[in-house]
């Protein structure tokens, strides 16, 4: 079974970075897209940031400028770096990829993390 498996959350300051890092295992056929939600309470799951197939990479624009969004080629990682961090920012961050296996006859899917909670203080 195809699974999302991240890290790198946790507490911090406001002004302070953190790293998270999101690994899909299982049986992969292709991953097309990679990226990254968050969800604060009260709120909807929003858009962070995406790396797409094509190697290009979008961003929420509360976020440019200050987080930015990796995959290394021929891996099944992403990686969001979070730099200059605000109390806004405080949510639970999810990794989703479309995923295509050949149990679901290469049939691409929306896979998620469990998320981590990123919490920002003032």
């Known amino acids: 079974q195809v699974q999302l498996m991240e890290s790198g959350g946790g507490a911090v300051q406001a002004g302070g970075s953190l790293r998270l890092s999101c690994a899909a295992s299982?049986?992969?056929?292709?991953?097309?897209?990679m990226g990254w939600y968050r969800q604060a309470p009260g709120k909807q799951r929003e858009l962070v940031a995406t790396?797409?197939?094509?190697?290009?990479?979008t961003y929420a624009d509360p976020v440019k400028g200050r987080f930015t969004i990796s995959r290394e080629n021929g891996k099944n990682t992403v990686t969001l770096q979070m730099n200059s961090l605000k109390p806004e920012d405080t949510a639970v961050y999810y990794c989703?990829?479309?995923?295509?296996?050949?149990?679901?006859?290469?049939?691409?899917?929306?896979?998620w993390s469990q998320g981590t909670q990123v919490t920002v203080s003032s």
């Open positions: 989703n990829a479309r995923i295509s296996t050949l149990s679901q006859a290469l049939r691409v899917q929306d896979y």
């Open positions: 790396f797409t197939s094509n190697g290009g990479t």
């Open positions: 299982g049986s992969i056929f292709r991953i097309s897209d």
